[in-house]
């Protein structure tokens, strides 16, 4: 009778998390056949196949500048906050003062703080510095909300690494930047390249801070997208929302491989270390 009940239960737990799964899936499928979309105006199902949007991103110019401008951003945004949320990781793993928990959790809080509120405070401290409108005040807007990510991700690679190796690699001769390149780097590269790509989608990705201090000057692509959906119905969004997507998935999944060829790598290096004993 248990068993029968615990079956029930794994089976109405598995239905739950599939329906689940296909309720947020599914709008984003959709959105893959309205990106061929023959018609001028967007209609589920669609009509006809056709490339005419995907034309029509290539050929704008001010979609090819905003999404220039995005990645320009992200990429600025992923270097300042991978360099910061590593060096913090380190003070916050490898230090001990007093507040470290006070501090470590304030600089995690704009993970948590309603983005509305962040987008808010930053718009009037920005304004006092005259960033409004500007490529580097969009990039120290997003590295706020990047940092945190970093930070949580290189933390839980520093905790599980060995400090013993450092020792022994400084005790052999080598400096501490020689210790840091040869040792600890490439054992924590992948949990630094992880926070590098989180900084990346989270700038790229991001529009509410963006609707607040972009200006007429630094327009991002989502929020060319936003005045897109509010302003007008332009289809051209869904070719640009699949492309999006694609890209999102393939730099996931090149994350993925290159996890576990590392984790490949390191195996064969600790196995050859035990044939060696």
């Known amino acids: 009778m248990n068993k029968e009940r615990r079956n029930l239960g794994e089976s109405l737990l598995s239905i739950s ?15 893959f056949p309205l990106s061929f979309e023959a018609q001028r105006y967007l209609e589920f199902p669609p009509k006809g196949f056709s490339l005419q949007w995907y034309e029509s ?87 706020i909300l990047a940092v945190p990510f970093v930070i949580v991700i290189v933390t839980a690679a520093l905790q599980g690494f060995d400090v013993n190796l450092e ?43 963006a609707i607040f201090i972009c200006g007429t000057t630094a327009n991002t692509l989502p929020k060319k997208m936003w005045d897109s959906i509010t302003m007008e119905t332009d289809p051209t969004i869904t070719a640009i929302a699949t492309m999006l997507i694609f890209f999102t998935v393939a730099v996931l999944v090149l994350l993925e491989v290159y996890r576990r060829r590392q984790l490949v790598k390191r195996a064969r290096i600790q196995m050859g270390t035990i044939a060696e004993d």
Do not use: Q
Request: some cysteine; charged content about 10%; overall charge positive.
């Open 17 to 31: 998390s599939y329906t689940i799964l296909v309720f947020l899936i599914l709008p984003v499928l959709i959105i």
């Open 57 to 143: 991103f290539f050929a704008s110019y001010t979609w090819r500048m905003a999404t220039w401008t995005s990645f320009k951003i992200a990429f600025l945004v992923t270097l300042l906050a991978t360099i910061l949320g590593t060096l913090a990781s380190f003070c916050f793993v490898r230090k001990n003062f007093r507040g470290k928990e006070l501090l470590f959790g304030f600089m995690l809080s704009p993970m948590v703080m309603p983005i509305i509120i962040l987008a808010i405070a930053i718009y009037f401290f920005f304004a006092e510095l005259r960033l409004i409108g500007s490529i580097a005040g969009l990039v120290f807007a997003h590295t």
């Open 167 to 209: 020792k022994a690699a400084m005790n052999l001769g080598a400096n501490r930047l020689r210790t840091f390149y040869k040792v600890t780097f490439p054992l924590i590269r992948t949990g630094i390249f992880s926070g590098a790509l989180f900084a990346f989608l989270t700038s790229f990705d991001e529009v509410i801070i």
